[in-house]
């Protein structure tokens, strides 16, 4: 790297001693070539120049223009990225829009809806012959199995009507949900997802504002499949 960097200097018409003591003096040890230590080339290149054969004009003007050029290509993307952080990011204004909504998210804890039962999801990573999703109550007792039967890969919405296996009522809740996919005899990873509500936002002095969601305590925001 080193060779190629001084032969590269050489044809240009630098002494690599002078310019390289130029870069070390003006990088402080940086191992990247700022504004300044092209500069700093620049002017050894003037310094040490042939006299008799100095540097060709339009090549130091092509020079210029091409360190400029990437100078300033380097500064936009810096710039892009600094927008692509804002774009991508979620401010203590935008989770405060999500106060008494109710977010889809996953979980295994869901309480019913003020008219009975609950709405939910599964998310499948692949696609399965057989979804059983399985409500119980906080002791663990089952009240009702559903069979969503032969799924693709995604997202499969279920509602429960809040009646138990045997037709009873379920009673208040809450309700402890788990889901069970296959795929002929073979485990599918699925994940399940309930309907819960936002009681409030956390904002930390650093990082990204969290969501405190009832039955499911502290969510990130990006958590969130769907609002209500």
């Not at 003007?61 to 380097?74: E, L, N, P, Y």
């Not at 810096?78 to 979620?90: E, F, N, P, W």
């Not at 795929?183 to 309930?194: H, K, Q, W």
Request: charged share 10%; glycine share 10%.
């Amino acid at each position: 790297m080193s060779t190629s960097f001084d032969t590269t200097l050489s044809n240009l018409g630098i002494n690599t001693t002078t310019a390289n003591q130029a870069v070390a003096n003006s990088s402080s040890g940086s191992t990247t070539l700022g504004q300044a230590d092209f500069l700093k080339l620049m002017t050894a290149q003037l310094a040490n120049q042939d006299p008799f054969n100095p540097v060709d004009n339009t090549q130091m003007v092509a020079q210029m223009a091409q360190f400029s050029s990437v100078a300033g290509i380097s500064q936009m993307n810096t710039t892009l990225s600094a927008i692509a952080a804002k774009l991508g990011g979620t401010s203590a204004t935008d989770a405060l829009s999500y106060v008494g909504r109710t977010v889809l998210t996953e979980g295994a804890t869901a309480y019913p809806r003020t008219t009975g039962g609950i709405a939910g999801a599964v998310e499948l990573d692949k696609p399965a012959t057989d979804v059983n999703v399985t409500i119980s109550d906080a002791h663990g007792v089952t009240l009702k199995t559903l069979s969503l039967g032969a799924q693709p890969a995604g997202t499969v919405s279920y509602d429960w009507d809040g009646t138990t296996n045997s037709g009873a009522t379920a009673g208040a809740g809450p309700y402890k949900v788990s889901v069970v996919a296959q795929n002929g005899g073979t485990t599918v990873t699925s994940r399940n997802l309930v309907w819960a509500p936002v009681e409030s936002i956390s904002n930390p002095s650093s990082g990204a504002p969290t969501l405190s969601v009832t039955g499911l305590g502290s969510i990130a925001v990006s958590a969130v499949r769907q609002i209500g």
